[in-house]
């Protein structure tokens, strides 16, 4: 049975940064709260020109070349985004006529934070299956086009950032080891984007009322984070035989250092095996995990060899998580 695993990675950021001195000057909060709530001081945002599919053809470019690829070898591209370039036709068809890939499968996934981890369980099977050899996947997200900054409870969180992983058939042991994907319909409205699709067609009045931002009761996710970010990283050690003391790195979605402390804490991991760069990003959503995937691996903090876990969890709610051996 060959494995999937992961070839080249790569990330794109804009350059604005929004820090929270920033913040503080046009709404209700302050570096203090801020920091001690979330561990945010920055987060960038997307310049007027950038767009979801722009960044992620420089994040998905990184990645084919760190992989030796060109696109005409990608079979199938899977945009994970809920901040797309428009609702149709999907931001992947863009992204694979701006890359110039060749006309393979391409299309979207809405999965919110945990959409990264679901890209590459969907691309597993089609690795694994041989449907496709080179699978692209990308977590892209420019969430500040669906930001309240009147709102204080999410200005602070979400930052914009894109970055992408090229998944290929691997020797073993490497590649993914155990992946599971759930969803929880149940708390879909606990963070939602009210207007804007059938059941509440944009209008002046929508538009009025702020229905197309992201609304989020923040303070009910935390603890299904908490919950399932843990139970689903139990889950894939103990399919793949694993104990928590072998793995080398743990990279969880980036949605809050409290959410991250609290679920490090539960699983037993110690501190020096956790990878966050909320402080410096905060919460781009389904770009979180790749891009500190690409970090890790261009700093060196990822080896071949290592064991890296890796959990989400996000709108829907939706929650999953990915064990694989570099
Ligand atoms: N500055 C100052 N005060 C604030 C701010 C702010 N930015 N935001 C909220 N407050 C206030 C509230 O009004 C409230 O005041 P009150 O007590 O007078 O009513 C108080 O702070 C506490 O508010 P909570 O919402 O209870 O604060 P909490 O500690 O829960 O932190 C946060 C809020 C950061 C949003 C946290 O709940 C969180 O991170 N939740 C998880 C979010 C998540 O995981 N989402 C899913 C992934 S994202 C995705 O899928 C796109």
Not at 274 to 298: F, H, K, M, Q
Request: charged content about 20%.
């Amino acid at each position: 049975m060959i494995a999937a695993g992961i070839l080249g990675t790569g990330a794109a950021l804009p350059e604005k940064v929004i820090t929270n001195q920033d913040l503080e000057k046009i709404v209700d909060t302050s570096d203090e709260w801020i920091t001690s709530r979330t561990g945010i001081k920055a987060r960038r945002q997307a310049g007027p020109d950038q767009t979801t599919s722009s960044l992620s053809v420089e994040a998905a470019s990184k990645a084919l070349e760190m992989a030796g690829l060109t696109p005409s070898d990608l079979d199938l591209i899977i945009c994970s985004t809920i901040s797309p370039d428009m609702p149709l036709p999907s931001t992947a068809a863009y992204i694979q006529s701006k890359l110039g890939a060749r006309d393979c499968c391409a299309f979207d996934l809405a999965a919110a934070c945990s959409g990264f981890l679901f890209g590459m369980t969907v691309a597993e099977q089609f690795i694994k299956t041989r449907k496709a050899r080179h699978v692209l996947v990308i977590g892209a997200e420019i969430l500040s086009r669906y930001v309240d900054y009147k709102d204080r409870a999410t200005c602070v969180i979400f930052g914009d950032g894109v970055a992408a992983g090229v998944l290929g058939p691997v020797e073993a042991p490497s590649g993914m080891l155990a992946a599971e994907m759930h969803t929880n319909g149940g708390f879909a409205d606990h963070l939602y984007i009210p207007a804007g699709g059938v059941l509440k067609p944009a209008s002046c009045e929508t538009v009025r009322a702020g229905e197309h931002y992201i609304k989020m009761n923040g303070n009910e996710l935390f603890k299904v984070a908490v919950r399932s970010m843990e139970d689903v990283s139990r889950r894939v050690l103990e399919q793949a035989g694993v104990s928590v003391r072998a793995i080398d790195l743990f990279i969880p979605h980036q949605a809050n250092q409290r959410i991250t402390d609290a679920v490090r804490e539960r699983l037993g991991v110690c501190p020096e095996k956790v990878y966050a760069n909320i402080s410096r990003l905060g919460n781009t959503s389904s770009a979180s995990i790749p891009i500190c995937l690409d970090e890790c691996v261009r700093s060196g903090r990822i080896q071949k060899g290592n064991l890296v876990l890796m959990a989400a969890f996000g709108a829907g709610v939706t929650w999953g998580a990915v064990l694989m051996r570099w």
